[in-house]
């Protein structure tokens, strides 16, 4: 695992240059415009020297040359005003694309991923992913790689100037580098381990705050004001401590590194002191050294700066490559083993075959399970809660492949339909209808601006939502805040029921798609997806028995299994399992119990 | 920075700090400044020919005494700085925490927690940045200008010459001027998009299963990309503005040495002025040119922050809308009866009232069913009840007192709430349900899970009680939830219950016998059953049954049948008659 680390980064970083490459001539520009603008700095001194020097000494005739130089020297001034006003415009826009680039490329990515990976990682993190980890990546551009550029040159410009000035000198000052590195490799476990700390507490509180504004009604309700905000004090104080240990670090690192550097100076007069007086070299030699000596250190207390931009660049880029190279489990077929499906000519026969699933290695949740539906067939799916039906059709949509056997949609495995055609086909509504922020209008088409406006109130008509959207402020153009909060659970639902007839799946499944529906708007619905039901084939799971009593055949599950089908009236009939659950739904008194005590869940 | 709240209250606490920070900074400055007269005195003896293997010696350790004075002092008054920074940060947070639980429902869901997470992560931290470098930034730049304009106006140089030269330096405060409130607005631009696309990336993570189902990705990718390419374009432009800002700073350094060295040149030219002052004023005016590209880069980063700065005093100056009125009084002891008179509410920013006339009367100890269509107004009126969204005045009495003068507090302690969504938080199951009292012993907290049915779940799990849910823990299936969430409402044994369509996920087996544990707790005490089942309401003292935010039909069960109106319609949809009548 140690051993896997470094190349696991290696290979981030390649794949984070990668990024950088089709902005290689912005970047080569904008380090050009970095050593035009410091050549036009450091020649502006030259032309004092050559005024002090060799014009003033020639008196009143030197005033024109003295008037050109000055004119020399604007020059320079406005030169290097343009090149570093470009150099930092060039180096963000270079930043920014890439930032914005990786952004996209993430969020494809992620939208890529099958239902298992969300599962694994919650939402807020993938947000921190797109949001904050990119954003330290935009420092690295923009920031570090200027430093290193403009630094690193100037480094090696100063030791080049010492070399030429006195090689021995030069030699003794070189003995720094290895201290520097020393001082580097002593400090570096030091602040890797407060930056990581201070980083994993930031995410906590993080988490922390998210979850308390989403249940603060909650808080509020149950009057628990004083004791969330007491827990929120107490992971924010950790996270204080966190960051003060990581400040002590920095500076104690940044401060060592300075008294290197003061004494390194106090060392060179010494040294050179000596040198002078038995007259090795003369005292403008030492004067030059000692300011170099100190610009020395100028660069390299701006490189160690960037210390930490680069450790966060580290951590973010770590964090990225593991999100990138996850692969989607539910993959799309191979272009030679897809078969071409039209959703328009799919009759809609279904077929589990022997098939068995597992969401956690270990932990069966449908066992060796055979299931064969016929085209425009009308199923009804009950079972207590842990049966197994959700993930039954979780499967038929392909958010998680089966561990053995196959289903198939027109007798083709549905692996070997490409993802994009089976959505088209399978249309399904959950539980927990979910609305994105926008319009009515366009939370039922989900932003497709193809499909006209009529067509949508066609469809919300037709389950009967036309009547409360009419209620809300601005119609069918009422913008929904935050996921459609201003809207009951069962007006949710119905606009996604709407979605449905828009959509025009050929296998529908509803997923308990009615359990937050009131009985009036559920027979509504019910009436509507009858007739939606014609000719496609429905799929439909529900613990109220009413919902599917007319089903062409009704699936009882237990257990991932199923233990019975037929018809209402032939269950009843058969009086088992079913009819069990029959006589509990009639019953308010709860009086039969007992015999299914246990089993749920 | 001057006007706004946060900073200036930073300031009065900690002063004495961050004077002994500006104090030392400034010490370590003056130290430093002695290097030269070091250097001088080591030329001079060279020059006369004075220099000595001790010379020698003292020298070097002069300039290492220096130079660890400088270390030293500069380090602590960069430690001090930097940890009021983060004090700041931390009692920032505190404020806006201890703030937003004092904010509505109305307002947290108006504004979303993706925008409200980059106040107190994004805005806090530039704020924080800014005080902190700026500070130290500042300190430095001030020093270094103080000292250097003062030896300048010591030095002997004609003051008319000195004055010509500084001249193009006046530039810079009209330069502050126009650029600094352009950058700021900017900045605030930036922050914006920033958090639109933040909220845009939760809302498509949250929503991945309907994209998928309806294979909708391309137009997920292309939403979300154009909050990314708005950040794009707002950073471009504040990248010009800050980029021509930083950059003309040291042109009008430039352009002053341009001055000193032409007319200085003439006029030494002219024997007017000795050419040891002309080096000198050049070599000032180039000093000065360090400290007023600082005090620019300083000015920069606190027109950045001043944005984060102003949404966050503005986000804390918002007065709760939802709030203890003048002379609350707590609600009576044991209040428990319920009275709405006449009451018509509209949501904020609604055309039509959800509720319109309601008059209901509830005495202490009744049960009372409200059932109704999605949208009839059954959550307005708990939500109402809870203070949630504050009602008229007069229009809701609870123990013969009008809510809108109790205070907050009694009321809440007084109402037990159930919602629909079961929301649970990250911690132990023990504590989810014992969310009024986290003290709450052991037994009670079963009790109240075996009244729920959800005891046996719990047990079921490895850790039992102290099993860990959310993000990093478990997570519990729909009708688990609701059930803990019913735990949590029936612990508190308030005098009133609010359940707000409370085992909608809970399949009818379950539902019937954690009606039955109801009815047997909440014997003699108020409670409020809003539903979509008769089933769940039928054994109701009073059954309401609301539509479009009005009362249509109310009765008991068997007098709403005999009715035969709307409740009885229902009745008949969901198939439950055959039993009412057998």
Not at chain 1, 226 to 253: H, S
Not at chain 1, 347 to 364: A, H, M, P, V, W
Not at chain 2, 62 to 76: E, K, M, N, S, T
Not at chain 2, 549 to 554: D, K, L, T
């Given at each position: 695992?140690?051993e896997?680390?470094?190349?696991?980064?290696?290979?981030?970083?390649?794949a984070?240059?990668?990024?950088?490459?089709?902005?290689?001539?912005?970047?080569?520009?904008?380090?050009?415009?970095?050593f035009?603008?410091?050549?036009?700095?450091?020649?502006?001194?030259?032309?004092?020297?050559?005024?002090?020097?060799?014009?003033?000494?020639?008196?009143?005739?030197?005033?024109?040359i003295?008037?050109?130089?000055?004119?020399?020297?604007?020059?320079?001034?406005?030169?290097?005003?343009?090149?570093s006003?470009?150099?930092?415009?060039?180096?963000?826009?270079?930043?920014?694309?890439?930032?914005?680039?990786?952004?996209?490329?993430?969020?494809?990515?992620?939208t890529?991923?099958?239902?298992?990976?969300?599962?694994?990682?919650?939402?807020?993190s993938?947000?921190?992913?797109?949001?904050?980890?990119?954003?330290?990546i935009?420092?690295?551009?923009t920031?570090?790689?200027?430093?290193?550029v403009?630094?690193?040159?100037?480094?090696?410009?100063?030791?080049?100037?010492?070399?030429?000035?006195?090689?021995?000198?030069?030699?003794?000052?070189?003995?720094?580098?290895?201290?520097?590195?020393?001082?580097?490799?002593?400090?570096?476990?030091?602040?890797r381990?407060?930056?990581?700390?201070?980083?994993?507490q930031?995410s906590?509180?993080i988490?922390?705050?998210?979850?308390?504004?989403s249940g603060?009604?909650?808080?509020?309700?149950?009057h628990?004001e004083e004791?969330?905000?007491r827990?929120?004090?107490d992971?924010?104080?950790?996270?204080?401590?966190?960051?003060?240990r990581?400040?002590r670090?920095?500076?104690?690192?940044?401060?060592?590194?300075?008294?290197?550097?003061?004494?390194?100076?106090?060392?060179?007069v010494?040294?050179g002191?000596?040198?002078?007086?038995?007259?090795?070299f003369e005292?403008g030699?030492?004067?030059?050294?000692?300011?170099?000596?100190?610009?020395?250190?100028?660069?390299?207390?701006?490189?160690?700066?960037?210390?930490n931009?680069?450790?966060?660049?580290?951590?973010s880029?770590?964090?990225?490559?593991?999100?990138?190279s996850?692969?989607?489990?539910v993959?799309?077929?191979?272009?030679?083993?897809?078969?071409?499906?039209?959703?328009?000519?799919?009759?809609?026969?279904i077929?589990?075959?022997?098939?068995?699933?597992?969401?956690?290695?270990?932990t069966?949740?449908?066992?060796?399970?055979?299931?064969?539906?016929?085209p425009?067939?009308?199923?009804?799916?009950?079972?207590?809660?842990?049966?197994g039906?959700?993930?039954?059709?979780?499967?038929?949509?392909?958010?998680?492949?089966v561990?053995?056997?196959?289903?198939?949609?027109?007798?083709v495995?549905?692996r070997r339909?490409?993802?994009?055609?089976?959505?088209?086909?399978v249309?399904?509504?959950?539980?927990?209808?979910?609305?994105?922020s926008?319009?009515i209008l366009?939370?039922?088409?989900?932003?497709?601006?193809?499909?006209?406006?009529?067509?949508?109130?066609?469809?919300?008509?037709?389950?009967?939502?036309?009547?409360?959207i009419?209620?809300?402020?601005?119609g069918?153009?009422?913008?929904l805040?935050?996921?459609?909060?201003?809207?009951?659970?069962g007006?949710?639902?119905?606009?996604?029921?709407?979605?449905?007839i828009v959509?025009?799946?050929?296998?529908?499944?509803?997923?308990?798609?009615t359990?937050?529906?009131?009985?009036?708007?559920?027979?509504?619905?019910?009436?509507?997806?009858?007739?939606?039901?014609?000719?496609?084939?429905?799929?439909?799971?529900?613990?109220?028995?009413?919902t599917?009593r007319?089903?062409?055949?009704?699936?009882?599950?237990?257990?991932?299994?199923?233990?019975?089908?037929?018809?209402?009236?032939?269950?009843?009939?058969?009086?088992?399992?079913?009819?069990?659950?029959?006589?509990?739904?009639?019953?308010?008194?709860g009086?039969?119990?007992?015999?299914?005590?246990?089993?749920?869940? | 920075?001057?006007?706004?709240?946060?900073?200036?209250?930073?300031?009065?606490k900690?002063?004495?700090?961050y004077?002994?920070?500006?104090?030392?900074?400034?010490?370590?400055?003056?130290?430093?400044?002695?290097?030269p007269?070091?250097?001088?005195?080591?030329?001079d003896?060279?020059?006369s020919?004075?220099?000595?293997?001790?010379?020698?010696?003292?020298?070097?350790?002069?300039?290492?005494?220096?130079?660890?004075?400088?270390?030293?002092l500069?380090?602590?008054?960069q430690?001090?700085?930097?940890?009021?920074?983060?004090?700041?940060?931390?009692?920032?947070?505190?404020?806006?925490?201890?703030h937003?639980?004092?904010?509505?429902?109305a307002?947290?869901?108006?504004?979303?927690?993706?925008?409200?997470?980059?106040y107190v992560?994004?805005?806090?931290?530039?704020?924080?940045?800014?005080?902190a470098?700026?500070?130290n930034?500042?300190?430095?730049?001030?020093?270094?200008?103080?000292?250097?304009?003062?030896?300048m106006?010591?030095s002997?140089?004609?003051?008319?010459?000195?004055?010509?030269?500084?001249?193009?330096?006046?530039?810079?405060?009209?330069?502050?001027?126009?650029?600094?409130?352009r950058?700021?607005?900017?900045?605030?631009?930036?922050?914006?998009?920033?958090?639109?696309?933040?909220?845009?990336?939760?809302?498509q993570?949250?929503?991945i299963r309907?994209t998928?189902?309806?294979?909708a990705?391309?137009?997920?990718?292309?939403?979300f990309?154009?909050?990314?390419?708005?950040i794009?374009e707002?950073q471009?432009?504040?990248?010009?503005?800050?980029?021509?800002?930083?950059?003309?700073?040291?042109?009008?350094?430039?352009?002053?040495?341009?001055?000193?060295?032409?007319?200085?040149g003439?006029?030494?030219?002219?024997?007017?002025?000795?050419?040891?002052?002309?080096?000198e004023?050049?070599?000032?005016?180039?000093m000065?040119?360090?400290?007023l590209?600082?005090?620019?880069?300083?000015?920069?980063?606190?027109?950045?922050?001043?944005?984060s700065?102003?949404?966050?005093?503005?986000?804390?100056?918002?007065?709760?809308?939802?709030?203890?009125?003048?002379?609350?009084?707590?609600l009576?002891?044991?209040?428990?009866?319920?009275?709405?008179?006449g009451?018509?509410?509209?949501?904020p920013g609604?055309?039509?009232?959800?509720?319109t006339g309601?008059?209901?009367?509830i005495?202490?100890?009744?049960t009372?069913?409200?059932?109704?269509r999605?949208?009839?107004?059954?959550?307005?009126?708990a939500?109402?009840?809870?203070?949630?969204?504050?009602?008229?005045r007069?229009?809701?009495?609870?123990?013969?007192?009008?809510?809108?003068?109790?205070?907050?507090?009694?009321?809440r302690?007084?109402?037990g709430?159930?919602?629909?969504?079961?929301f649970?938080?990250?911690?132990?199951?023990?504590?989810?349900?014992?969310?009024?009292?986290?003290?709450?012993?052991?037994?009670?907290i079963?009790?109240?899970?075996?009244?729920?049915?959800?005891y046996?779940?719990?047990?079921?799990?490895?850790?039992?009680?102290?099993?860990?849910?959310?993000?990093r823990?478990l997570?519990?299936?729909?009708?688990?939830?609701?059930?803990t969430?019913?735990?949590?409402?029936?612990?508190k044994?308030?005098?009133?219950?609010?359940?707000?369509?409370?085992?909608?996920?809970?399949?009818?087996?379950?539902?019937?016998?954690?009606?039955?544990?109801?009815?047997?707790?909440?014997?003699?005490?108020?409670t409020?059953?809003?539903?979509?089942?008769?089933?769940?309401?039928?054994?109701?003292?009073?059954?309401?049954?609301?539509e479009?935010?009005?009362?249509?039909e109310?009765?008991?069960?068997?007098?709403?049948?005999?009715?035969?109106?709307?409740?009885?319609a229902?009745?008949?949809?969901?198939?439950?008659e055959?039993?009412?009548?057998?």
């Amino acid at each position: 695992m140690a051993e896997e680390k470094p190349l696991h980064r290696r290979r981030a970083l390649r794949a984070l240059l990668g990024y950088a490459r089709p902005h290689r001539r912005k970047f080569l520009l904008g380090i050009l415009c970095t050593f035009l603008a410091i050549a036009a700095d450091l020649l502006q001194p030259v032309i004092v020297k050559t005024a002090i020097d060799d014009t003033i000494p020639l008196g009143e005739s030197g005033i024109p040359i003295l008037i050109g130089l000055g004119a020399a020297y604007a020059l320079l001034a406005i030169v290097a005003f343009v090149f570093s006003y470009w150099q930092s415009n060039l180096l963000q826009r270079a930043g920014q694309a890439i930032v914005a680039q990786l952004r996209k490329d993430l969020f494809r990515h992620i939208t890529n991923q099958s239902m298992s990976f969300f599962d694994r990682h919650p939402i807020g993190s993938l947000v921190t992913n797109e949001s904050n980890d990119t954003e330290t990546i935009n420092q690295f551009f923009t920031q570090v790689l200027l430093s290193l550029v403009r630094d690193g040159f100037m480094l090696v410009m100063i030791i080049g100037f010492m070399f030429w000035l006195d090689a021995e000198l030069a030699l003794y000052a070189m003995i720094l580098i290895p201290i520097i590195g020393a001082i580097a490799l002593l400090f570096r476990r030091a602040l890797r381990n407060a930056y990581h700390r201070s980083r994993a507490q930031l995410s906590r509180l993080i988490a922390f705050t998210a979850e308390n504004l989403s249940g603060m009604s909650l808080i509020q309700a149950f009057h628990q004001e004083e004791e969330q905000y007491r827990r929120f004090t107490d992971t924010n104080r950790t996270y204080l401590k966190e960051n003060l240990r990581e400040v002590r670090a920095t500076i104690l690192f940044n401060r060592s590194f300075e008294l290197l550097g003061n004494a390194a100076v106090a060392a060179a007069v010494w040294l050179g002191g000596y040198a002078v007086l038995h007259q090795k070299f003369e005292f403008g030699v030492l004067y030059a050294f000692i300011t170099y000596i100190r610009q020395f250190f100028q660069p390299i207390n701006q490189l160690t700066q960037q210390w930490n931009t680069l450790q966060s660049t580290m951590v973010s880029m770590e964090r990225l490559w593991r999100i990138f190279s996850a692969e989607p489990e539910v993959r799309d077929p191979e272009p030679e083993t897809a078969v071409a499906l039209s959703p328009e000519r799919v009759k809609g026969r279904i077929d589990f075959n022997q098939i068995r699933f597992s969401y956690l290695k270990g932990t069966e949740v449908l066992h060796d399970l055979d299931l064969h539906i016929r085209p425009g067939e009308f199923v009804g799916i009950v079972g207590v809660t842990g049966a197994g039906k959700s993930s039954l059709v979780s499967l038929l949509a392909r958010f998680y492949d089966v561990d053995h056997g196959s289903v198939e949609i027109d007798g083709v495995d549905i692996r070997r339909i490409p993802q994009g055609t089976l959505h088209r086909i399978v249309g399904l509504v959950q539980q927990e209808p979910f609305l994105f922020s926008g319009t009515i209008l366009d939370n039922v088409r989900l932003f497709r601006e193809e499909i006209g406006r009529e067509r949508v109130i066609e469809a919300c008509r037709f389950v009967g939502a036309d009547e409360m959207i009419a209620r809300l402020p601005d119609g069918y153009e009422t913008r929904l805040s935050e996921r459609g909060s201003g809207l009951s659970a069962g007006e949710r639902q119905l606009i996604s029921f709407a979605r449905i007839i828009v959509f025009q799946p050929k296998i529908l499944i509803l997923d308990e798609a009615t359990a937050n529906l009131d009985s009036h708007t559920e027979r509504l619905v019910q009436q509507a997806l009858d007739r939606a039901a014609r000719g496609r084939t429905t799929l439909v799971i529900a613990h109220r028995l009413s919902t599917i009593r007319h089903a062409d055949r009704i699936i009882v599950m237990r257990d991932g299994r199923i233990v019975e089908q037929g018809n209402h009236e032939s269950l009843l009939a058969a009086n088992g399992y079913y009819a069990e659950l029959y006589r509990h739904s009639r019953s308010p008194h709860g009086l039969e119990l007992t015999a299914v005590k246990g089993k749920e869940d | 920075m001057g006007k706004s709240g946060l900073v200036p209250a930073q300031l009065k606490k900690y002063w004495f700090w961050y004077l002994l920070a500006a104090l030392s900074i400034g010490a370590a400055n003056v130290v430093h400044a002695l290097y030269p007269s070091v250097l001088g005195d080591f030329a001079d003896r060279v020059e006369s020919g004075g220099l000595t293997a001790a010379a020698v010696r003292a020298s070097g350790l002069r300039l290492l005494a220096i130079g660890a004075g400088y270390c030293v002092l500069f380090g602590i008054g960069q430690y001090i700085n930097h940890r009021l920074g983060r004090y700041f940060e931390f009692s920032t947070r505190q404020k806006l925490f201890r703030h937003f639980t004092n904010l509505s429902e109305a307002w947290l869901s108006k504004n979303g927690i993706g925008k409200l997470l980059s106040y107190v992560m994004s805005d806090v931290t530039t704020v924080r940045e800014s005080i902190a470098n700026g500070f130290n930034q500042l300190t430095n730049a001030v020093v270094l200008l103080m000292s250097t304009v003062t030896i300048m106006l010591l030095s002997g140089i004609p003051l008319p010459v000195l004055a010509v030269s500084v001249l193009p330096l006046g530039a810079i405060p009209f330069l502050v001027t126009y650029f600094g409130p352009r950058i700021r607005g900017q900045s605030l631009k930036v922050q914006e998009s920033l958090a639109a696309m933040t909220e845009s990336a939760e809302e498509q993570f949250g929503g991945i299963r309907v994209t998928k189902t309806f294979a909708a990705e391309e137009i997920a990718r292309a939403r979300f990309g154009e909050t990314v390419d708005r950040i794009r374009e707002h950073q471009h432009r504040l990248v010009r503005l800050s980029g021509k800002f930083q950059a003309s700073l040291p042109l009008a350094g430039a352009m002053a040495l341009v001055v000193a060295m032409t007319w200085g040149g003439v006029l030494v030219s002219q024997g007017k002025l000795s050419l040891g002052h002309f080096v000198e004023l050049t070599l000032y005016l180039r000093m000065i040119a360090t400290p007023l590209q600082q005090i620019g880069n300083v000015i920069n980063l606190v027109q950045r922050a001043r944005a984060s700065l102003e949404r966050l005093n503005g986000l804390l100056s918002i007065r709760p809308d939802i709030a203890d009125e003048e002379g609350a009084r707590p609600l009576p002891e044991g209040a428990a009866s319920i009275e709405i008179r006449g009451l018509t509410f509209t949501y904020p920013g609604a055309r039509r009232p959800a509720l319109t006339g309601i008059d209901l009367e509830i005495g202490a100890g009744k049960t009372v069913g409200i059932v109704g269509r999605t949208g009839s107004g059954k959550t307005t009126l708990a939500k109402l009840l809870l203070r949630i969204y504050d009602p008229p005045r007069g229009s809701i009495w609870i123990g013969g007192r009008d809510i809108r003068q109790t205070t907050l507090e009694s009321l809440r302690t007084s109402i037990g709430y159930v919602p629909q969504d079961g929301f649970l938080f990250s911690t132990t199951i023990a504590d989810n349900i014992a969310f009024h009292n986290r003290a709450e012993p052991r037994e009670r907290i079963e009790h109240a899970a075996r009244l729920a049915d959800v005891y046996e779940n719990i047990i079921g799990f490895p850790d039992g009680f102290e099993t860990k849910l959310g993000e990093r823990g478990l997570t519990l299936s729909g009708g688990q939830r609701q059930r803990t969430s019913l735990a949590r409402g029936l612990i508190k044994e308030a005098p009133i219950l609010i359940l707000d369509d409370s085992v909608s996920a809970v399949d009818t087996v379950t539902e019937s016998r954690i009606l039955r544990n109801l009815r047997e707790t909440r014997r003699g005490k108020t409670t409020l059953i809003i539903a979509h089942r008769i089933s769940a309401v039928m054994h109701a003292d009073l059954i309401v049954v609301m539509e479009g935010g009005r009362i249509v039909e109310r009765g008991t069960h068997r007098e709403l049948m005999e009715l035969d109106g709307r409740y009885a319609a229902m009745a008949r949809m969901q198939g439950e008659e055959a039993v009412v009548r057998g």
